[in-house]
């Protein structure tokens, strides 16, 4: 079972920038998937980026791309999320997520861990 910290949410305002980060624990293969989802309330669970730790493949949502970036430090096993050019409808609760395991897309189903999520607001 791996355990998930994240951590730097906060309220910004729209075209600002937040940096979130997710610190990994417990049983950690040397490749397995991790990502970032974010659930608004009224709204279902959204898959908004992935990586593959094993070849550092990376996912986006639509709406996210060119303004979000997944990227990851082995060494200290965290994931962060880069988030630039924020958008109010990106405001949501922001859960990080992992799996072992080839496996890797923005499906919420596919991952058995998640942490227990930070909140991101974006003001107009």
């Known amino acids: 079972q791996i355990q998930l910290v994240e951590s730097g949410g906060g309220s910004v305002q729209a075209g600002g920038s937040l940096r979130l980060s997710c610190a990994a624990s417990?049983?950690?293969?040397?490749?397995?998937?991790m990502g970032w989802f974010r659930q608004a309330p009224g709204k279902e669970r959204e898959g908004v980026a992935t990586v593959y730790t094993g070849t550092g493949s990376t996912i986006y949502a639509d709406s996210v791309k060119g303004r979000f970036t997944i990227s990851q430090d082995n060494a200290k096993s965290t994931l962060y999320l880069q988030m630039n050019s924020l958008k109010t409808e990106d405001t949501a609760m922001y859960y990080c997520?992992?799996?072992?395991?080839?496996?890797?897309?923005?499906?919420?189903?596919?991952?058995?861990?998640w942490g227990q999520g930070t909140q991101v607001t974006v003001s107009s």
């Open positions: 417990g049983y950690i293969r040397s490749t397995y998937c």
């Open positions: 997520a992992a799996r072992t395991g080839s496996r890797c897309g923005l499906t919420s189903t596919l991952f058995p861990s």
